[in-house]
């Protein structure tokens, strides 16, 4: 109690400083700092850790056992005497406290605080920089320099200063620089520094400001920056201003500006420009500003060459936590070039950009050019949009308009692409000449699930000559299309126009080139005749379409049928006999079969046209393939032509029906003037009947030769096969094979002339009569190669022509040679009459050309032309050329004749009356020999007695019996192998 009583005024004197100092306040926030600085570095656990090592200390050394000895030994140790010691000493100090309590209580604190705050400066202050100078200095008579340099520091603030410059009578070496630097510490959170920089030359000077503040959390930098440029050819000025500052956020800001004047006379140039910059961010309220302006003019003059522009342009950016959003107008103007940009690019938290540029644009040769971008990009959809354009007008040697655009759009199962292009232009060429060119080029794309369809537009034009075509396909869902056209269109008027080639003499040549009057290479040199008309023109189309058809079939059971025909031989080796050897042969394995379903379109119907159509020939093409209840085909090609060699018709059709067995229907049509046909053929077959039957009718026309040939095939399961060839000229020539059962087969040839009934050549009967014996007959027309050779007799006659038909085809090439030199010759003597006059006309060309040019040395060329007129004038070239064409006539006119009279010789020596008695000995002796042949060939059959009980033989006819055993027995020896095995 006595101790509690002395410890109360100690207790109230420290709650009375507690609460006139808030000392408790602060060491509550202590012991929160305190509370914080274990939280974060895990004081406790580090405490945890330590007990935990400090048990298993214990444990390794024992402790416990001896703290328990150490208690054992307390206990047994009287505590009281010491205690009441304790308890003593423990009174006396209350009562000193209690004492000193007393007399701080009537001490002053606020001096005692003043005087400790002073001890504790006075322990942490220690001593700074002081002043440091430099100097150097260089005289001589007429030259100083001078430079010197100080840093000194004051109690908060720190000052550089540097020094320097040159006196001299020399003005370019004259020159001053200082230059300072101030860092002021004023509080703990307050700094600043402050530099400048400054140089004087006679060329240029400089001037630098700069300051940096920070204060706490607010910061600003600023300088400013001046340069000059003060020469006589060249004057400049730059400022330059900058401003940074994190007050309200962050903004900051820089300025810039630059004059200059050129002035050169000497090489003639002179120029003056004005340039402005301003740029500027800024962050406030979580938005970014981005700002960025240009602005500047200026004048050129280089020689004759002048020029005067502006230039504007501003950028600006803002950008938040939502979206970016960027924007760019540009403003050029100038003489040679005027230009107008504007760009807008926006963006949705990186899921939607949108994008839109403008720009228009003159110069001297495009009085107006406009070309604009748009598109945007949206991810959430998704889809992806961009289109462009282009507009030109062009002025000056090349006028007209260009267009050009391009559109894209892409979204999910759909692509949209298409672009056009196009030029109008007229072209100016010298001499006063002009050209008018056209392109034209347009592309579409459409990709999506329902249709696939693309589009190609192209044209050309030159003048009077063009050219264009046009694609288009497309794949829906009930149809395929194609389509192609290209046309084109030629004008060779000029061709028609007659020329004028005067005589000319060559240099270095005495022979001149006769004159031509009104020459046309139209007319004269035959393309007239060839391309009809001036006017030439080329029309193709092409049409195709295909109709789908929306039943189905299932492959399946068609692949399960051919697979199981496939067999893959392997090889293997077998064991005959337990005492034989191993014999090797070829096993087969089978492929599995498909047991899911295959299903493909059935096929639908077709069309396709074609036609192309010129100024000489036109060819028209039609071709369909239908199939509904029936496939039927059918197609036709017709050509027509001034040139009646090329006129001819083609058609043809099959049709094939399969509702009660198999049916087959085809025709083909050749029309023609030299050559006809008609084909027609059917085929059928069903469970009942199977039969063919085709027929062909061709004629030919050409003018020396005329006849027609009939073919026929006939064919069924009763009459068989029968096959036949003739012509009303020349008669028929048929086969005919016939099946009347499994075991019996005939056969005949047969034929007729036109004036007869049908006659057999050749006749085979091939029948097994009984089980044991094959019977082969066979009969033939003993006096049917005496009627050929008969026949071939008649046609001697016909050698008579050959005579007329040579000394025609002489005659006609000799006159053909005679024309062609009379054309060569008129057109020489031409050529040497308007020669000179071309040739005066040239060399006035040629001097106009000279004159416009400003060629120096004009004496000499004058001169060297006059010379080459006067030797082209004098020259007999074509004189010699047309001396060298009569040579060559004279020539070809002797071996006409030559070759004439050796054919009159040939013709006279061969007389028509010993050619057919020559010919006519011929055919009697061939037919007594083929007769002779004939007999010997009966007359040895005949004598061989080893095949007399097989071969019975008479003038017309052959019999023939072979054993069936025999034939049994002669094919079971060449087949049979005893290592021949099959596994199925």
Known sequence: MEMGKNLQPIRDLIDSLGQKTGIITKINEILNKIDEVLAEYEIEAMVEKIIDNAVNLMKQYELRETMQSAASYLNSFDMKPVFDRIFEQMNELTKLLNSKVIEMMACDFDTLADEVKQMVTDLIRVPCFGILHGEIEIKSSEHTLKTSAELNNSTDKFTANLNSQFQTPIDLLVYTFDATAHLSITRMKELSLTETVKANHVAFSLDHEGFMSINGPIAQVSSKTTAKATTEPYRADLVNNAFLSTENGFSGTLETSYIHSVNMPVANIFSEATMTQKAAAQLESGIITLTLGNNGKGKLSVFDYSDEGTHK????????????????????????????????????????????????????????????????????????????????????????????????????????????????????????????????????????????????????????????????????????????????????????????????????????????????????????????????????????????????????????????????????????????????????????????????????????????????????????????????????TQVSSEFGVLNGKTSGSATFNMNSGMKLFTNLIVEHKYFENNYNGVLETNTELSKAVISNIAKVNLPDVKFMLYHNLTGNTEEGLTVSVSSPSAGLLGLQLQSKSLSHHTGRLFGANPSEDYMDMLKVDIAIKDPNRLSFQTQWNKELPGQILLWLKKKVASFKDLKDTVTYFISALYNDISNKYEKLESIIDHCLKELPEILKLSVKKAEELISSIKFQDLGKLSSWISKVFSDAVNSNILNEIAEQAEKTRRIIEGYYKTVKAKAQNIFAEMTLAQLTEDTQAWIESTMTHLEVLMNQIIETLKDAKNIQSYVRLKDTELNIDIPIPFIRNFFSRMISHPCTKTLS
């Open 313 to 636: 342009s501003n950028l600006e950016i803002l950008i938040n936590v939502e979206s970016i959003k960027l924007t760019f107008d540009g403003d050029t103007d100038s003489s040679l070039l005027k230009m107008t940009q504007k760009v807008d690019v926006e963006t949705r938290g990186l899921t939607q950009i949108k994008l839109n540029v403008h720009a228009e644009t003159e110069t001297p040769f495009i009085k107006k050019s406009i070309a604009e971008v748009k598109g945007q990009i949206r991810l959430m959809e998704p889809m992806l949009e961009l289109s462009g354009s282009h507009d030109a007008e062009l002025i000056g040697k090349v006028e007209g308009t260009i267009t050009n655009s391009v559109n894209f759009k892409a979204v999910p199962f759909e692509m949209i692409f298409d672009t056009k292009n196009k030029k109008n232009t007229t072209v100016m060429l010298p001499f006063r000449l002009s050209s008018k060119v056209d392109l034209q080029n347009d592309m579409a794309l459409t990709l999506n699930l329902s249709v696939q369809q693309a589009r190609w537009t192209s044209l050309a034009r030159l003048n009077q000559y063009k050219y264009s075509h046009f694609i288009s396909m497309a794949n829906g869902e009930k149809e395929i299309q194609f389509s192609a056209s290209v046309n084109g269109e030629a004008d060779f008027n000029v061709l028609t126009l007659p020329i004028n080639i005067p005589k000319l003499t060559v240099p270095f040549i005495t022979n001149g080139i006769l004159c031509v009057e009104k020459f046309s290479l139209w007319e004269d040199t035959g393309l007239k005749k060839i391309l009809i008309t001036p006017q030439q023109t080329f029309d193709m189309d092409a049409k195709f379409k295909y109709v789908k058809n929306p039943e189905m079939f299932n492959m399946q059971p068609v692949l399960n049928s051919i697979i199981r025909k496939i067999k893959i031989p392997i090889f293997a080796t077998a064991k005959t006999t337990s005492e034989t050897y191993y014999c090797p042969y070829f096993a087969k394995i089978t492929l599995p079969n498909i047991k899911e379903s295959i299903m493909i379109p059935v096929m639908g119907d077709l069309t396709y046209d074609f036609s192309v159509k010129t100024a000489m020939i036109i060819i028209n093409t039609k071709a369909d393939i239908f199939n509904q209840d029936e496939i039927a085909a059918q197609f036709e």
